[in-house]
């Protein structure tokens, strides 16, 4: 029987869960983040929103290495729930990696067309009165075809381009923000607050999941480790990630605040790039930031890719969902199919343009979250019953589940309970509803010779 290539190590582990949660939305909406806590507030928002999922991240790391399987949180919850509700968690955990795909083939036009004006021409349509151009969309088929390509042909390919891009987006991290602080200000901080303190960091924690959403991806590819992967390098890759994010997002943050009056530039467009090139007085510094972040974009875009294609396979494979898609490719041991599926529907989701896909981003965070809290369940839930020895809590590791199951179902809430700004709107339900309605129709009646271990 074929089974995934087993080409994976430590490195790679760590590129896969940073670099699928950081993307660009550092350079594209930065004013948003700012505007909502000021630059002290969005500072200790994304500081303490990024130690709130450390719990989880443990959880995460403990069962990864109980579990080394590619369905995540799809074989978690097999392990102490019902068969529907295995289903339910995978397919929301599908949408939250898949729907970054398209989101980041858009995102690729954009900022070429800010690197080439000319590019923003031939409008072939609109959308939400949005303009959808040719340019725009062969550039991001293009990146869209390369990685499938990539994806489909080895894991070992896909994890040597994740590497490259994340060390890379790092290492031009570093140059473009050494430029800026050496000619920035203290005198360009304030406000620290945009709000009261409280709300002000509460509303950046808000929206620190889905910017910090990826960490979990290191357990879909848990079954292609190398044989000489030492399974606590799980816990470590996982954690590692999220500590690095936070650091790459308490630094951009401070960075942008320190090096120009950043109220004054709310509403221009790449706040960010323009911020620096006030500071160093440089169009060189601009160039240095869109390459880190058409970096950044091709790995989010990759380490997405890979954890969407993932969980697809692990669903076909355990009848979930049509079995054809848990194939396994006999020359390139990978899941060729799911990986044609993801890009083929990349593409297809491409075509709806940004405006469209902002709803069905929104539903993508709550998805998330609705992993978290299962995860957390399950892990609470073995810790227990000592099921098959599988998990083994002690008081204090329980009270760290609780916790992380806590965090997970407030942030749920807060984008599904009405009274809390910056919850759902009529469009992000809709969509919610769509997705959960594919899922009825793909899920089969009859589970004859499905994979249930």
Request: hydrophobic residues 55%; glycine residues 10%.
């Amino acid at each position: 029987m074929t089974t995934l290539a087993r080409k994976l190590r430590a490195t790679d582990y760590f590129t896969l869960g940073w670099g699928t949660m950081v993307g660009v939305g550092w350079l594209v909406i930065m004013d948003d983040w700012l505007l909502r806590g000021g630059a002290l507030g969005t500072l200790l928002g994304f500081v303490i929103g990024g130690a709130l999922l450390l719990p989880i991240g443990w959880v995460y790391g403990k069962l990864v290495i109980a579990m080394p399987d590619a369905a995540g949180e799809v074989a978690y919850t097999s392990a102490a729930f019902s068969r529907p509700i295995s289903f339910f968690t995978g397919w929301m955990m599908t949408l939250a990696y898949f729907i970054v795909c398209p989101w980041e083939a858009v995102a690729v036009g954009r900022i070429a067309g800010y690197i080439i004006p000319g590019i923003d021409s031939i409008e072939l349509y609109r959308i939400a009165g949005r303009p959808v151009y040719l340019p725009h969309l062969i550039i991001g088929l293009a990146l869209t075809a390369l990685l499938t390509i990539l994806n489909y042909r080895g894991i070992r390919l896909s994890a040597t381009f994740q590497n490259w891009t994340s060390f890379g987006t790092l290492a031009l991290f570093v140059i473009f923000v050494a430029l800026g602080v050496s000619r920035g200000s203290v005198e360009n901080f304030p406000p620290l607050f945009t709000h009261t303190p409280l709300i002000s960091i509460l509303l950046v924690i808000q929206i620190v999941p889905y910017f910090m959403t990826g960490f979990e991806s290191v357990g879909k590819a848990a079954e292609e480790a190398s044989p000489d992967f030492q399974a606590r390098g799980f816990f470590r890759a996982i954690w590692m990630a999220i500590f690095v994010g936070i650091l790459f997002y308490a630094s951009i943050v401070a960075a942008v605040a320190f090096v120009a009056p950043w109220r004054q530039l709310i509403g221009t467009k790449f706040m960010t790039a323009v911020a620096f090139q006030q500071a160093v007085g440089s169009r060189a510094v601009v160039n240095i930031i869109l390459a880190a972040a058409l970096l950044s974009l091709f790995k989010c875009f990759n380490g997405n890719f890979v954890a969407a294609s993932r969980l697809l396979f692990a669903l076909g494979r355990r009848g979930m969902v049509n079995p054809r898609v848990g194939v396994i490719h006999a020359e390139y041991q990978t899941p060729s199919a799911a990986v044609l599926c993801i890009g083929l529907a990349t593409a297809a989701c491409m075509l709806l343009g940004d405006a469209i896909l902002v709803p069905v981003t929104e539903v993508g965070s709550v998805a998330c979250a609705i992993g978290w809290s299962a995860t957390c369940a399950v892990c609470l839930v073995l810790g227990r019953a000592g099921s098959k020895g599988a998990v083994t809590l002690s008081p204090a590791e329980r009270a760290v589940a609780v916790f992380g199951l806590i965090v997970g179902l407030a942030m749920a809430l807060m984008k599904l309970i009405p009274r809390v700004p910056g919850h759902f709107t009529v469009y992000e339900w809709l969509a919610l509803a769509i997705w959960t309605a594919l899922g009825a129709i793909a899920y089969p009646r009859k589970t004859d010779g499905a994979q249930t271990e």
